[in-house]
């Protein structure tokens, strides 16, 4: 290969000086020995400085002190940069490309005869300046190296920032210290504590009058324009209705600022009950009275809530296994489930079943029964004792009797009464399935209690009610329920209560009675508790011991109750994702007068005489009602009957002769009706004596 051609315009280069050999030598991160500066370069650094100098005049005093840290870093870096923003373009990308190999390639220790040996290896210091000397005025880069015709520059300076610094600015930092003294640091402090509360007052009067400026008056009240009939004959539109109630429960809940003018409260209120008869389904009679129960915000959530059904919740017999056991053998047929809660240790729900629950082995074999989590707080809160008399007086169709009887450990005696036949099969079926032995199932009216039975420790009385906990599982408590109902069960529910406070004993470790209903109304609640605890002097409120729940109203829409109906509990589907339950505690501190006991004997027995009690016996399936199995002489044994009340009665500290006193009345009564007859003609004698005259 021949000469090239930039060796031929260039000649030979010189050997390399040792500032330029100590410069790479720092690029590659080689250690450096000092090396004195040369001449030449001392004059260029000279030369450096003093231009740079007259820049930083004439634009101004702010880069003043960066003038002298670079005139104290000749021998960095820095200047080998800045000397290459001189260079031509030619040269520029020379020593670009070998700043890049250097950085990104480590160079081995440098020997200076092979350095000056190469040719194209680098250039000195002193051509560099030869070649600067050469170009013209016209040539040469302008001092600001952008702002030169050349398109090239190097790309490594920029993104660099240098920092601005003012003349003044050692003084004012002097000054600051100066004057931040422990004398003075309170002040100062207290001074910054006061701007910061002016900012953040403006921050929050922008931030309200913003809020007001932009409020959005919703307008939900219905105009009026539009004719009845043609409302009757559309569909209502869910979305439109839906959004109308959002927007109603928005104004009720800031009813100064949202409302429109003109308008009341009972407008909107008004105007909600019936967005919420049409979209839910409600008569407009139960929706009021749900609806009076709750805040309006709250209300929709108990309406949403009893939209969607409860989870299946199934409870363990620990008569037969432990709750780890039966939830292994689930999953391994494929269950999902989980605990019920930390309340319960018996309880699991279930979320998917690739089987029948009702049909497993372990349903078959008695180790669990399909009951609602609700049902299980009554008998949490009646806390039965092993050995203890219980009576559960509507049972069927034993979910909570079986329970009972679990807690009890199958000991002592349960009597489970229920007065519906058809029911009190199905009590048996899960008695006999559950392998329960402790129980006594029997069929009466349990307002015949204390009178069939008496002198138990423990009453549970889960009462018959109106269902308006249970709307999600049975809709039609939405339009079926009346005014009528609401007057006539709360009536029943106050009977069944005093005579299970009746039915229990005030001595022992018992004398409690627990008090539930699936119903969340005031009428069937509150105010029987309310009633019981008025005409029964000797008993008293105790705490249901259950961790959740709300209270009971203590006053309801002007109507106030004893300050003690704050320890009975609600327990809403919205809230904790149950069915809707009230649960009471009572105790019984003392006997019950014989004067209160005859009165409600009295009231029953009247009640009851013009209703017809079917008393035949339950038959087993097969058998007829003319098998000698199972008959019974009433007449003989009404006086074995007779003399086990009297001793019950005297057990309690109750007048046996209170029981008599019905008796003896409606005997008095019969005579004086037989002669009234006596006394009277009858009216076929009267034509006959007519005739005869």
């Given at each position: 290969?021949?000469t090239g051609n930039r060796l031929k315009h260039?000649?030979?280069?010189?050997?390399?000086?040792?500032?330029?050999i100590a410069k790479l030598k720092r690029k590659?991160?080689?250690?450096?020995?000092?090396?004195?500066?040369?001449?030449?370069?001392?004059?260029?650094?000279?030369?450096?400085?003093?231009?740079?100098?007259?820049?930083?005049?004439?634009?101004?005093?702010?880069?003043?002190?960066?003038?002298?840290?670079?005139?104290?870093?000749?021998?960095?870096?820095?200047?080998?940069?800045?000397?290459?923003?001189?260079?031509?373009?030619?040269?520029?990308?020379?020593?670009?490309?070998?700043?890049?190999?250097?950085?990104?390639?480590?160079?081995?220790?440098?020997?200076?005869?092979?350095?000056?040996?190469?040719?194209?290896?680098?250039?000195?210091?002193?051509?560099?300046?030869?070649?600067?000397?050469?170009?013209?005025?016209?040539?040469?880069?302008?001092?600001?190296?952008?702002?030169?015709?050349?398109?090239?520059?190097?790309?490594?300076?920029?993104?660099?920032?240098?920092?601005?610094?003012?003349?003044?600015?050692?003084?004012?930092?002097?000054?600051?210290?100066?004057?931040?003294?422990?004398?003075?640091?309170?002040?100062?402090?207290?001074?910054?504590?006061?701007?910061?509360?002016?900012?953040?007052?403006?921050?929050?009067?922008?931030?309200?009058?913003?809020?007001?400026?932009?409020?959005?008056?919703?307008?939900?009240?219905?105009?009026?324009?539009?004719?009845?009939?043609?409302?009757?004959?559309?569909?209502?539109?869910?979305?439109?209705?839906?959004?109308?109630?959002?927007?109603?429960?928005?104004?009720?809940?800031?009813?100064?600022?949202?409302?429109?003018?003109?308008?009341?409260?009972?407008?909107?209120?008004?105007?909600?009950?019936?967005?919420?008869?049409?979209?839910?389904?409600?008569?407009?009679?139960?929706?009021?009275?749900?609806?009076?129960?709750?805040?309006?915000?709250?209300?929709?959530?108990?309406?949403?809530?009893?939209?969607?059904?409860?989870?299946?919740?199934?409870?363990?017999?620990?008569?037969?296994?432990?709750?780890?056991?039966?939830?292994?053998?689930?999953?391994?047929?494929?269950?999902?489930?989980?605990?019920?809660?930390?309340?319960?240790?018996?309880?699991?729900?279930?979320?998917?079943?690739?089987?029948?629950?009702?049909?497993?082995?372990?349903?078959?074999?008695?180790?669990?029964?399909?009951?609602?989590?609700?049902?299980?707080?009554?008998?949490?809160?009646?806390?039965?004792?092993?050995?203890?008399?219980?009576?559960?007086?509507?049972?069927?169709?034993?979910?909570?009797?079986?329970?009972?009887?679990?807690?009890?450990?199958?000991?002592?005696?349960?009597?489970?009464?229920?007065?519906?036949?058809?029911?009190?099969?199905?009590?048996?079926?899960?008695?006999?399935?559950?392998?329960?032995?402790?129980?006594?199932?029997?069929?009466?009216?349990?307002?015949?209690?204390?009178?069939?039975?008496?002198?138990?420790?423990?009453?549970?009385?889960?009462?018959?009610?109106?269902?308006?906990?249970?709307?999600?599982?049975?809709?039609?408590?939405?339009?079926?329920?009346?005014?009528?109902?609401?007057?006539?069960?709360?009536?029943?529910?106050?009977?069944?209560?005093?005579?299970?406070?009746?039915?229990?004993?005030?001595?022992?470790?018992?004398?409690?009675?627990?008090?539930?209903?699936?119903?969340?109304?005031?009428?069937?609640?509150?105010?029987?508790?309310?009633?019981?605890?008025?005409?029964?002097?000797?008993?008293?409120?105790?705490?249901?011991?259950?961790?959740?729940?709300?209270?009971?109203?203590?006053?309801?829409?002007?109507?106030?109750?004893?300050?003690?109906?704050?320890?009975?509990?609600?327990?809403?589907?919205?809230?904790?994702?149950?069915?809707?339950?009230?649960?009471?505690?009572?105790?019984?501190?003392?006997?019950?007068?014989?004067?209160?006991?005859?009165?409600?004997?009295?009231?029953?027995?009247?009640?009851?005489?013009?209703?017809?009690?079917?008393?035949?016996?339950?038959?087993?399936?097969?058998?007829?009602?003319?098998?000698?199995?199972?008959?019974?002489?009433?007449?003989?044994?009404?006086?074995?009957?007779?003399?086990?009340?009297?001793?019950?009665?005297?057990?309690?500290?109750?007048?046996?002769?209170?029981?008599?006193?019905?008796?003896?009345?409606?005997?008095?009564?019969?005579?004086?009706?037989?002669?009234?007859?006596?006394?009277?003609?009858?009216?076929?004698?009267?034509?006959?004596?007519?005739?005869?005259?």
């Amino acid at each position: 290969m021949g000469t090239g051609n930039r060796l031929k315009h260039q000649g030979v280069p010189e050997p390399l000086s040792d500032a330029h050999i100590a410069k790479l030598k720092r690029k590659a991160g080689l250690p450096v020995d000092d090396v004195p500066e040369t001449k030449k370069r001392k004059a260029q650094n000279d030369n450096k400085v003093s231009r740079r100098g007259n820049d930083k005049k004439e634009n101004g005093k702010a880069n003043g002190k960066a003038n002298g840290k670079v005139d104290g870093r000749a021998n960095g870096k820095n200047n080998g940069a800045k000397a290459a923003q001189h260079l031509p373009s030619q040269n520029a990308k020379a020593a670009k490309s070998k700043s890049k190999k250097s950085k990104s390639e480590p160079e081995p220790e440098l020997d200076l005869d092979d350095m000056s040996d190469g040719v194209g290896g680098g250039f000195s210091d002193d051509d560099e300046m030869d070649d600067m000397s050469d170009l013209g005025e016209k040539d040469t880069l302008a001092d600001d190296f952008l702002g030169s015709d050349d398109s090239v520059y190097d790309s490594e300076d920029e993104g660099k920032h240098k920092a601005v610094f003012s003349e003044d600015e050692d003084d004012s930092d002097g000054d600051a210290e100066e004057k931040l003294t422990a004398a003075n640091i309170v002040g100062l402090s207290r001074k910054l504590d006061e701007e910061r509360a002016e900012d953040e007052a403006a921050a929050a009067a922008e931030l309200q009058e913003t809020l007001q400026t932009n409020i959005d008056i919703p307008h939900v009240l219905e105009d009026g324009t539009e004719e009845p009939q043609n409302k009757t004959l559309l569909a209502p539109d869910l979305q439109l209705l839906r959004q109308r109630i959002s927007d109603t429960i928005r104004v009720l809940d800031d009813f100064a600022n949202l409302s429109e003018p003109g308008s009341s409260r009972s407008e909107y209120t008004s105007q909600l009950l019936k967005d919420i008869c049409a979209y839910y389904g409600y008569s407009e009679f139960l929706a009021e009275k749900l609806l009076g129960l709750f805040p309006p915000r709250e209300a929709l959530a108990f309406f949403d809530a009893n939209e969607t059904p409860r989870p299946i919740v199934i409870r363990t017999n620990t008569l037969k296994t432990s709750r780890r056991e039966l939830a292994s053998a689930l999953i391994n047929r494929g269950v999902t489930l989980e605990p019920v809660g930390k309340w319960s240790k018996v309880g699991l729900q279930i979320f998917e079943s690739n089987v029948p629950l009702g049909a497993t082995p372990e349903y078959l074999a008695g180790h669990y029964i399909l009951q609602a989590a609700s049902s299980f707080l009554p008998c949490m809160a009646l806390a039965p004792q092993e050995g203890e008399r219980i009576l559960d007086m509507a049972s069927a169709p034993g979910g909570k009797t079986t329970y009972l009887a679990a807690l009890m450990k199958n000991t002592g005696c349960l009597v489970a009464n229920d007065p519906s036949k058809a029911r009190s099969r199905g009590l048996i079926g899960n008695v006999h399935r559950l392998g329960v032995r402790n129980v006594i199932v029997c069929n009466y009216d349990a307002r015949d209690f204390p009178k069939v039975m008496g002198g138990f420790d423990r009453v549970l009385l889960g009462e018959p009610c109106t269902g308006t906990g249970v709307i999600a599982k049975d809709p039609s408590v939405k339009m079926n329920k009346t005014e009528k109902d609401f007057i006539t069960i709360p009536h029943t529910q106050k009977q069944l209560l005093l005579g299970a406070i009746d039915s229990v004993n005030h001595g022992g470790t018992g004398g409690y009675v627990v008090y539930s209903t699936c119903s969340v109304s005031v009428e069937e609640n509150e105010m029987v508790v309310q009633y019981a605890l008025k005409k029964r002097p000797n008993v008293r409120l105790v705490s249901t011991d259950i961790p959740f729940g709300k209270e009971g109203f203590t006053a309801y829409q002007g109507k106030t109750f004893d300050k003690s109906l704050s320890l009975t509990r609600r327990f809403y589907p919205h809230t904790l994702n149950l069915d809707g339950f009230f649960v009471a505690k009572f105790h019984k501190i003392g006997p019950t007068p014989a004067k209160l006991v005859a009165d409600r004997a009295e009231s029953t027995s009247k009640q009851k005489g013009e209703e017809v009690i079917d008393k035949t016996p339950i038959l087993a399936d097969g058998l007829t009602e003319g098998d000698d199995f199972g008959g019974f002489d009433d007449e003989e044994d009404a006086e074995y009957i007779q003399r086990s009340k009297r001793n019950a009665m005297r057990k309690r500290g109750l007048d046996p002769k209170a029981l008599a006193k019905p008796k003896a009345q409606d005997q008095a009564q019969k005579d004086d009706a037989q002669l009234k007859t006596k006394a009277k003609p009858t009216n076929d004698s009267k034509p006959k004596t007519k005739s005869k005259v």
